[in-house]
Structure formats: C-alpha cells, structure tokens
C-alpha cells in the first residue's frame, strides 16, 4: 500500500485529533489511522477503516463504502454517512454541533445527506443544525 498523506495542520485542529493519516481515495479503499487508537472497524468488500483516539472518533466514507452509523465511544460521539456519490466525515462534538470534514460537496450539501439519512435510521437522534 502507498504512503499514506498527511492531513493539513488547519484540518487536523478542526478535528481536534493529531497523528491521523487519511486517504480519500477513489471508492476502492478509503483508510483513516490514529496514533494509540482504541477502535478498528474494516468493512466487507470494500476497504474502509474507522480509527478513534485522542479523545475523538472519526468516520469516513464515501462511494462504494459501507453503510454504518456508530457511536464509537471516546469523549465525542461520531455519526458517519457512508455509500454516499459524496465523500463525508462528520464529528458531533461535545457541544452537540458538527464539526465536518469532506470531499466533493458543500457543506450544506453534507449536512442534508448526512441528517436525512440519520433520520431515516433512528427517531431519536437529534441532529443541530449547522449555524
């Protein structure tokens, strides 16, 4: 497998995270990795990889990835929006906002598909909207 690149400073601090490598390939492999992670998710057919740590959980997904909505403990909880046409990653954070990192779409965009989808699965998650 190829080097992994590194996320930009400015993206790592809006998640709140350090040590995260992140390819946001095409829809055949998407991998995330933490330093001192805790979590681990591979999906089937595709590969696509959940890390947490240092506090924060991260899901990314985009075309061709599994469908999964999780909660993958730490001090935040993580909402993920997968086998989407858009790359997504989403992170609810202490404070009940979002706080999102993507590929391919507004932000705006995100949110609708993220929030429809999440409603579709539960009654009883309660998504902010983004100010």
Same mark, same amino acid.
């Given at each position: +497998?190829?080097? =992994?690149?590194?996320?930009?400073?400015?993206?790592? /601090?809006?998640?709140? %995270? !350090?040590?995260?490598?992140?390819?946001?390939?095409?829809?055949?492999?998407?991998?995330?990795?933490?330093?001192?992670?805790?979590?681990?998710? /591979?999906? /089937?057919?595709?590969?696509?990889?959940?890390?947490?740590?240092?506090?924060?959980?991260? %899901?990314?997904?985009?075309?061709?990835?599994?469908?999964?909505? !999780?909660?993958?403990?730490?001090?935040?909880?993580?909402?993920?929006?997968?086998?989407?046409?858009?790359?997504?990653?989403?992170?609810?954070?202490?404070?009940?906002?979002?706080?999102?990192?993507?590929?391919? !779409?507004? =932000?705006? !965009? +995100?949110?609708?598909?993220?929030?429809?989808?999440?409603?579709?699965?539960?009654?009883?998650?309660?998504?902010?909207?983004?100010?």
């Amino acid at each position: +497998m190829p080097a =992994l690149p590194i996320l930009p400073d400015d993206v790592r /601090q809006l998640l709140g %995270i !350090a040590g995260i490598t992140v390819d946001f390939g095409d829809d055949r492999i998407n991998v995330k990795a933490y330093a001192d992670n805790p979590h681990y998710y /591979q999906g /089937q057919g595709n590969v696509d990889t959940i890390t947490g740590g240092l506090g924060v959980d991260y %899901i990314e997904g985009g075309k061709g990835a599994d469908n999964i909505l !999780a909660d993958l403990g730490g001090s935040n909880n993580t909402l993920g929006y997968f086998n989407s046409e858009l790359a997504v990653a989403v992170t609810l954070n202490a404070l009940g906002g979002f706080d999102l990192l993507g590929a391919g !779409a507004p =932000l705006a !965009a +995100m949110h609708r598909a993220i929030r429809s989808w999440v409603v579709s699965k539960t009654s009883s998650v309660r998504i902010p909207m983004i100010r």
